[in-house]
């Protein structure tokens, strides 16, 4: 079907060329006939005027025919089917290539949201122990209680006096 409606449109494009041709002849063989036998100039404005009448009569006959119109219909719709497939194409395109990135943005923002989480809970923590060492009552801040070792060490027994060789 679509050879078939090929086959139209190049039929109306040749007809459209033959037109075209014939009249640019025609014109250009009025336009420069210029000789001691030429026709005066009053001669040649009608000639001109009867050319582009016939011309204009012509295409417009061509231009207002069914299948010109046709064609011209199955150019529009072929045109806006390329566009939009186009367009189609190019977003396609677009969105690939920012899903990477997308990707990135969404990895960084769950990372600071862990970190907030984290100062915002330290924070917390800080504010609750200051609150603590408010309430001892001596209106001093309290030191910190030492924090354990992982390792405990024995008390250092005490050194044995030296013995100077005597035994009673």
Known sequence: MSENNFGKTSDQIAAFQKIWTESMSKMMQTAFTVGPN???PEI??????GIFQALGQSWE??????????GMKQWMEN???FRKMSNDFMA??????????RDDIGA???TVRHMEKRLLNRIE?????IKNNGRSGNGHARKPAAKPTATKRSP???AKPATTGTTK
């Open 156 to 158: 250092a027994k005490p």
């Open 61 to 70: 006959e061509f231009m207002r025919s069914p299948e010109f119109l046709d």
């Open 92 to 101: 396609n395109m677009r969105n690939e290539m920012q899903a990477p990135s």
């Open 38 to 40: 030429s026709p005066p």
């Open 44 to 49: 040649l404005r009608q000639m001109r005027s």
């Open 79 to 81: 045109a806006i089917a």
């Open 108 to 110: 960084i923002m769950l």
């Open 125 to 129: 923590d800080l504010a609750a122990e």
